[in-house]
């Protein structure tokens, strides 16, 4: 798949596949390319971070909070 997988309730550290989602949004932007897609389940995520490369954050079953 050519997607990052967030999940914020993923136990471990997680690969960024479906099946072994991140459970934070910086660390899908730590491997993520130029260009790539980011898929984050819904919740709120309580981090910060920079977004430096163009990339596409999408909320799946919800809204998405960052805090």
């Known amino acids: 798949t050519n997607k ?3 999940d914020g ?3 471990g550290t997680g ?3 479906p099946y072994d989602p991140f ?3 910086g660390s899908a932007l730590s491997i993520a390319w130029d260009g790539a897609a980011i898929s ?4 709120p995520y309580p981090e910060s971070f920079l977004i430096d490369q163009r990339v596409m954050l999408m909320a799946t079953g919800g809204f998405v ?3």
Request: proline share 0%; glycine share 10%; hydrophobic share 40%.
């Open 4 to 6: 990052i997988y967030v």
């Open 65 to 67: 909070l960052i805090e």
């Open 9 to 11: 309730s993923a136990t």
């Open 23 to 25: 459970a934070t949004i």
């Open 40 to 43: 984050i389940e819904s919740g």
């Open 15 to 17: 690969s960024g596949k």
